[in-house]
Protein backbone atom coordinates (compact mmCIF):
# COMPACT_ATOMS: atom_id res chain seq x y z
CA UNK A 1 0.00 0.00 0.00
CA UNK A 2 1.17 3.42 -0.35
CA UNK A 3 0.15 7.06 0.82
CA UNK A 4 1.32 10.63 0.86
CA UNK A 5 1.25 12.67 3.14
CA UNK A 6 1.84 17.10 2.20
CA UNK A 7 2.80 18.87 5.47
CA UNK A 8 0.98 22.04 5.56
CA UNK A 9 -2.12 22.66 3.68
CA UNK A 10 -1.73 26.40 3.14
CA UNK A 11 1.44 28.24 2.42
CA UNK A 12 2.09 32.14 1.90
CA UNK A 13 5.03 33.68 0.13
CA UNK A 14 5.88 37.02 -1.33
CA UNK A 15 5.94 37.50 -4.94
CA UNK A 16 9.78 36.52 -6.03
CA UNK A 17 10.67 34.72 -2.56
CA UNK A 18 11.64 30.88 -2.77
CA UNK A 19 8.77 28.33 -2.97
CA UNK A 20 9.05 25.18 -1.17
CA UNK A 21 6.36 22.35 -1.00
CA UNK A 22 6.13 19.17 1.13
CA UNK A 23 6.24 15.70 0.57
CA UNK A 24 6.56 12.58 2.40
CA UNK A 25 5.50 9.57 0.91
CA UNK A 26 5.23 5.54 1.52
CA UNK A 27 5.62 2.79 -0.66
CA UNK A 28 5.77 -0.87 -0.36
CA UNK A 29 7.57 -0.61 -3.74
CA UNK A 30 9.82 2.10 -5.12
CA UNK A 31 7.49 4.39 -6.03
CA UNK A 32 6.72 6.57 -9.25
CA UNK A 33 6.29 10.29 -7.69
CA UNK A 34 4.05 12.86 -9.23
CA UNK A 35 3.42 16.45 -8.63
CA UNK A 36 -0.26 17.80 -10.09
CA UNK A 37 -1.06 21.53 -10.57
CA UNK A 38 -4.66 22.81 -10.17
CA UNK A 39 -6.43 26.16 -10.71
CA UNK A 40 -9.50 27.44 -9.34
CA UNK A 41 -12.18 25.73 -11.21
CA UNK A 42 -9.97 23.68 -13.28
CA UNK A 43 -8.54 19.88 -13.62
CA UNK A 44 -5.32 19.18 -12.46
CA UNK A 45 -1.93 19.51 -14.40
CA UNK A 46 1.25 17.45 -14.36
CA UNK A 47 3.92 19.79 -13.29
CA UNK A 48 6.77 17.09 -13.07
CA UNK A 49 7.31 12.95 -12.51
CA UNK A 50 10.04 11.00 -11.03
CA UNK A 51 10.12 7.48 -12.41
CA UNK A 52 13.25 5.85 -10.86
CA UNK A 53 15.60 7.86 -13.28
CA UNK A 54 17.75 11.73 -12.10
CA UNK A 55 16.91 11.74 -8.71
CA UNK A 56 16.31 16.08 -8.97
CA UNK A 57 12.72 16.38 -11.25
CA UNK A 58 12.84 19.65 -13.62
CA UNK A 59 9.27 20.31 -14.72
CA UNK A 60 7.20 23.01 -16.56
CA UNK A 61 6.93 27.03 -15.65
CA UNK A 62 10.37 26.49 -13.47
CA UNK A 63 9.50 24.19 -10.55
CA UNK A 64 11.58 20.83 -9.65
CA UNK A 65 11.59 18.36 -7.27
CA UNK A 66 14.31 15.75 -5.55
CA UNK A 67 13.79 12.44 -4.65
CA UNK A 68 15.17 11.47 -1.58
CA UNK A 69 14.64 8.10 -0.61
CA UNK A 70 16.63 8.16 2.65
CA UNK A 71 14.02 10.25 3.90
CA UNK A 72 11.15 9.05 1.84
CA UNK A 73 10.42 13.04 0.92
CA UNK A 74 9.98 14.43 -2.58
CA UNK A 75 9.32 18.25 -1.96
CA UNK A 76 8.74 20.85 -4.53
CA UNK A 77 10.50 24.23 -5.28
CA UNK A 78 10.76 26.95 -7.53
CA UNK A 79 13.36 29.68 -6.45
CA UNK A 80 11.38 32.90 -7.61
CA UNK A 81 7.54 32.92 -6.89
CA UNK A 82 5.18 34.34 -9.47
CA UNK A 83 1.76 35.74 -8.62
CA UNK A 84 0.64 32.79 -11.42
CA UNK A 85 1.87 30.47 -9.07
CA UNK A 86 -1.51 30.83 -7.06
CA UNK A 87 -3.30 27.37 -6.58
CA UNK A 88 -3.55 24.27 -5.43
CA UNK A 89 -0.44 21.89 -5.44
CA UNK A 90 -1.24 17.84 -4.96
CA UNK A 91 1.56 15.11 -4.39
CA UNK A 92 1.06 12.20 -5.59
CA UNK A 93 2.65 8.48 -5.39
CA UNK A 94 2.03 5.54 -7.49
CA UNK A 95 3.44 1.95 -6.27
CA UNK A 96 1.32 -0.70 -7.40
CA UNK A 97 0.70 -2.60 -10.23
CA UNK A 98 -1.69 -0.71 -13.00
CA UNK A 99 -0.78 2.56 -12.07
CA UNK A 100 -3.25 3.41 -9.09
CA UNK A 101 -2.30 6.95 -8.33
CA UNK A 102 -2.53 8.21 -4.37
CA UNK A 103 -2.54 11.57 -4.11
CA UNK A 104 -2.05 13.96 -0.98
CA UNK A 105 -4.61 16.27 0.76
CA UNK A 106 -3.01 19.21 -1.24
CA UNK A 107 -1.52 22.44 -0.55
CA UNK A 108 -3.07 25.82 -1.17
CA UNK A 109 -0.10 28.25 -2.23
CA UNK A 110 -0.70 31.97 -2.10
CA UNK A 111 1.45 34.32 -3.74
CA UNK A 112 1.45 38.07 -1.60
CA UNK A 113 2.49 41.24 -3.74
CA UNK B 1 -5.09 17.77 -29.34
CA UNK B 2 -8.30 18.06 -27.58
CA UNK B 3 -8.08 17.46 -23.78
CA UNK B 4 -11.01 15.10 -21.87
CA UNK B 5 -13.92 17.00 -22.10
CA UNK B 6 -16.80 16.57 -19.45
CA UNK B 7 -20.15 17.30 -19.04
CA UNK B 8 -21.99 18.95 -17.12
CA UNK B 9 -19.99 21.34 -15.37
CA UNK B 10 -21.95 22.24 -12.77
CA UNK B 11 -24.70 19.92 -10.91
CA UNK B 12 -27.35 20.40 -8.22
CA UNK B 13 -29.62 17.56 -7.15
CA UNK B 14 -32.42 16.66 -3.72
CA UNK B 15 -31.07 14.01 -2.08
CA UNK B 16 -32.35 10.36 -3.14
CA UNK B 17 -32.26 11.68 -7.03
CA UNK B 18 -30.32 10.18 -9.73
CA UNK B 19 -27.48 11.96 -11.21
CA UNK B 20 -25.08 10.92 -14.46
CA UNK B 21 -22.08 12.50 -15.47
CA UNK B 22 -20.40 11.70 -18.87
CA UNK B 23 -16.60 11.83 -19.90
CA UNK B 24 -14.87 11.72 -23.18
CA UNK B 25 -11.37 11.02 -23.32
CA UNK B 26 -8.47 12.08 -25.15
CA UNK B 27 -8.73 10.11 -28.26
CA UNK B 28 -6.32 7.00 -28.33
CA UNK B 29 -6.26 6.81 -24.83
CA UNK B 30 -6.36 3.06 -23.52
CA UNK B 31 -7.34 3.88 -19.97
CA UNK B 32 -9.80 6.19 -18.30
CA UNK B 33 -10.37 7.02 -14.44
CA UNK B 34 -12.86 8.39 -12.44
CA UNK B 35 -12.21 10.29 -9.24
CA UNK B 36 -13.98 12.42 -6.47
CA UNK B 37 -12.92 15.01 -4.91
CA UNK B 38 -14.13 15.93 -1.79
CA UNK B 39 -13.47 19.78 -0.89
CA UNK B 40 -10.41 20.33 0.71
CA UNK B 41 -9.16 16.71 0.22
CA UNK B 42 -6.91 15.34 -3.13
CA UNK B 43 -9.06 12.86 -5.77
CA UNK B 44 -9.62 9.56 -4.68
CA UNK B 45 -9.81 6.61 -7.37
CA UNK B 46 -13.22 5.76 -8.07
CA UNK B 47 -12.68 3.37 -11.10
CA UNK B 48 -10.42 2.46 -13.71
CA UNK B 49 -10.99 0.83 -16.67
CA UNK B 50 -8.37 -0.06 -19.51
CA UNK B 51 -10.11 -0.07 -23.08
CA UNK B 52 -14.07 -1.11 -22.11
CA UNK B 53 -12.85 -3.32 -18.87
CA UNK B 54 -12.81 -2.60 -15.10
CA UNK B 55 -9.08 -2.42 -14.26
CA UNK B 56 -10.10 -1.40 -10.62
CA UNK B 57 -13.31 -0.55 -8.68
CA UNK B 58 -12.62 -1.53 -5.14
CA UNK B 59 -13.65 1.94 -4.14
CA UNK B 60 -16.38 2.58 -5.79
CA UNK B 61 -19.34 2.48 -3.50
CA UNK B 62 -21.18 0.02 -5.63
CA UNK B 63 -24.26 -0.34 -4.16
CA UNK B 64 -25.30 3.76 -5.31
CA UNK B 65 -22.27 3.92 -7.94
CA UNK B 66 -21.90 2.70 -11.27
CA UNK B 67 -19.91 3.43 -14.22
CA UNK B 68 -19.33 2.31 -17.57
CA UNK B 69 -17.40 2.72 -20.68
CA UNK B 70 -19.40 1.31 -24.04
CA UNK B 71 -16.86 0.57 -27.07
CA UNK B 72 -13.70 1.43 -24.66
CA UNK B 73 -14.43 5.55 -25.67
CA UNK B 74 -16.41 7.42 -23.84
CA UNK B 75 -17.71 7.15 -19.80
CA UNK B 76 -20.94 7.92 -17.80
CA UNK B 77 -20.82 8.09 -14.15
CA UNK B 78 -24.21 7.32 -12.60
CA UNK B 79 -25.00 7.70 -8.65
CA UNK B 80 -28.60 6.48 -7.52
CA UNK B 81 -29.63 7.03 -5.05
CA UNK B 82 -27.70 10.15 -4.13
CA UNK B 83 -26.56 11.16 -0.29
CA UNK B 84 -25.43 14.73 1.06
CA UNK B 85 -21.76 13.22 1.49
CA UNK B 86 -21.55 12.24 -2.40
CA UNK B 87 -21.04 16.08 -2.64
CA UNK B 88 -17.99 16.94 -4.08
CA UNK B 89 -15.88 17.38 -8.05
CA UNK B 90 -16.05 14.50 -10.04
CA UNK B 91 -13.02 14.60 -11.73
CA UNK B 92 -12.66 12.24 -15.43
CA UNK B 93 -8.84 11.46 -16.76
CA UNK B 94 -7.29 9.49 -19.04
CA UNK B 95 -3.84 8.41 -20.23
CA UNK B 96 -2.39 6.35 -22.75
CA UNK B 97 -1.44 3.45 -21.50
CA UNK B 98 -2.07 1.99 -17.67
CA UNK B 99 2.12 2.08 -17.15
CA UNK B 100 3.02 3.56 -13.62
CA UNK B 101 4.90 6.35 -15.55
CA UNK B 102 1.91 7.29 -18.01
CA UNK B 103 0.84 10.77 -16.47
CA UNK B 104 -2.88 11.47 -16.56
CA UNK B 105 -4.62 13.86 -18.69
CA UNK B 106 -7.46 15.63 -16.61
CA UNK B 107 -10.86 17.06 -17.18
CA UNK B 108 -12.05 20.16 -15.48
CA UNK B 109 -14.76 18.11 -13.55
CA UNK B 110 -17.95 17.95 -12.91
CA UNK B 111 -19.15 19.97 -9.36
CA UNK B 112 -22.23 18.00 -7.91
CA UNK B 113 -24.19 19.49 -5.13
CA UNK B 114 -26.41 17.42 -3.34
CA UNK B 115 -29.11 19.11 -0.67
Known amino acids: AQSVTQLGSHVSVSEGALVLLRCNYSSSVPPYLFWYVQYPNQGLQLLLKYTSAATLVKGINGFEAEFKKSETSFHLTKPSAHMSDAAEYFC???????????FGQGTRLTINP | EAGVAQSPRYKIIEKRQSVAFWCNPI?????LYWYQQILGQGPKLLIQ????????DSQLPKDRFSAERLKGVDSTLKIQPAKLEDSAVYLC?????????????FGNGTRLTVT
Open chain 2, 49 to 56: FQNNGVVD
Open chain 2, 27 to 31: SGHAT
Open chain 2, 93 to 105: ASSPRAGRDSPLH
Open chain 1, 92 to 102: AVSGGGAQKLV
